[in-house]
């Protein structure tokens, strides 16, 4: 008599990551582990879907707890569809449907969280909601998610997280910065992407380090799931809380997700939070200025120098309503980030920029109108040349840039009149500083500038000088 399932007991465990439709990093052995009876004798095999001899076996005995764990060898992303089967004693466990390519892990909070059904709520005020259009498709094969720590069916039942392709109900709750990110890497590397979706909105960065409920409940349980790299949108509830520790915080973050997943020089790569209201959130009793933003960026961008292969994208000009802590266009977010990806770790120079303009030098001139001394910055990742966007008649590349700021010895901040003088550099004066000694740009939570480069990436903020 067929034993009912509700009372079968299995043996033969594996974690909920491995699934029908998952994807498998191309390039680096693969970890497979799971639990069975203490001592027990594993074999796992990748078999063609349509039949044949394994592409490849290993066989492992579980331990005297049950735990074991074997490395299938490095494949490629071969438009091939293959079976993953892993035999015990009395089970045999069958997922259908895998396929190398590239997967990345997103997390964070709420922007990272951002679903691609949600951008209804927000909808843009340029251009098509790119993520309704998503929606809209019947089949995306080559894009597959995976949301770790889904809600469960039902109350008290275990969630139950599986690969998806791509569409439909399965793409609905994902990531919408995310998913952007892997469709752009799918569109120009022309292989499989798995996109990881693990992201809790209000969550604190203290929450997915080690021992945090987050981290633990979330990302644990996928280690040490074969990756390529680490998407990461957090901080608006460190920044509320004024974490002054978020720089060391994010350092372990990195640390321990890459020593997790056994991938010590995996990119990271990080947003910049966008202009909002910080210091009036929502008309509440706030315990920030309006200078705590630029000084989280700040803090953002010095993780740049103290993690390696980490890097930060800004999105300064992706916000339509200031007072919205959830600002739309999550598509040129994922874009950006995939730039990013595809320049840096991808090798694909070709596609130009990657980053708005950074200020890497400051040095002091007479101002040609005789009118005391101006500040010139120099800028890198200008591209072809930096530009002054502006709504009026003059031309593009002639407008005078706004939220620059000067001061000179008193250490007093004054609005500032800067243009750009040259391919990478921008001279900046006041008739109230004579003899500046600093200057300062975007330093203000609700500075949205209009100082780009040509691949149309915004300038990122920054303070210079003494």
Request: charged letters at 20%; aromatic letters at 10%.
């Amino acid at each position: 008599m067929r034993i009912p399932l509700l009372f079968q007991i299995l043996t033969l465990l594996l974690p909920q990551i491995f699934s029908d439709h998952m994807v498998l990093q191309q390039g680096r052995e693969v970890p497979v582990w799971g639990q069975a009876e203490p001592r027990e004798q594993i074999v796992v095999s990748l078999l063609p879907e349509t039949g044949g001899a394994p592409v490849a076996t290993v066989k492992v005995r579980a331990d005297r707890q049950g735990a074991w764990r074997v490395g299938l060898p490095a494949g490629q992303a071969d438009g091939c569809s293959y079976v993953l089967q892993v035999k015990g004693r009395k089970e045999t466990l069958r997922f259908a449907d895998v396929v190398y390519g590239e997967v990345w892990l997103c997390s964070g909070q709420s922007n990272m969280a951002y679903e691609m059904r949600r951008s209804w709520q927000a909808p843009p005020r340029k251009g098509e909601d790119l993520a309704a259009l998503e929606l809209q498709k019947t089949d995306n094969p080559g894009i597959r998610v995976y949301l770790s720590g889904s809600r469960p069916a039902r109350r008290g039942e275990p969630a139950k997280d599986a690969w998806k392709h791509a569409v439909g109900d399965g793409l609905a709750p994902v990531s919408a910065a995310g998913y952007f990110f892997a469709k752009q890497l799918h569109e120009q590397l022309g292989v499989p992407v798995g996109l990881i979706s693990a992201s809790v909105g209000g969550s604190a960065i203290a929450q997915w380090l080690p021992g945090g409920n987050l981290g633990s409940r979330m990302v644990e349980p996928l280690m040490p799931y074969a990756l390529a790299g680490f998407l990461w949108y957090q901080g608006e509830t460190d920044l509320a809380q004024r974490n002054d520790h978020y720089l060391e915080d994010y350092q372990r973050l990195c640390a321990f997700w890459r020593e997790g997943f056994g991938v010590p020089d995996a990119p990271v790569y990080s947003v910049m939070l966008a202009p909002h209201t910080f210091s009036d959130r929502m008309h509440r009793q706030s315990k920030v200025t309006a200078e705590a933003l630029p000084l989280f960026w700040q803090v953002q961008l010095r993780s740049e120098q103290t993690v390696p292969n980490s890097a930060a994208i800004y999105i300064s000009d992706l916000v339509d309503n200031l007072e919205d802590i959830h600002p739309s266009y999550k598509w040129t977010v994922g874009q950006r980030l995939a730039k990013l990806a595809l320049v840096c770790h991808y090798g694909h120079g070709e596609l130009g920029e990657w980053s708005g303009p950074r200020a890497q030098s400051l040095r002091t001139e007479a101002d040609p109108d005789g009118a005391g001394q101006r500040l010139v910055v120099r800028f890198i990742h200008c591209g072809e040349g930096l530009v002054g966007r502006s709504n009026s008649v003059e031309p593009r590349s002639t407008a005078r840039l706004k939220w620059f700021e000067i001061a000179g010895a008193d250490g007093i901040w004054h609005q500032a009149f800067a243009d750009i003088v040259g391919k990478d550099e921008v001279a900046v004066m006041s008739p109230d500083v004579p003899a500046p000694k600093a200057v300062r740009f975007a330093w203000r939570e609700t500075a949205q500038p209009n100082l780009y480069n040509d691949a149309g990436l915004p300038a990122y903020p920054f303070q210079l000088g003494k």
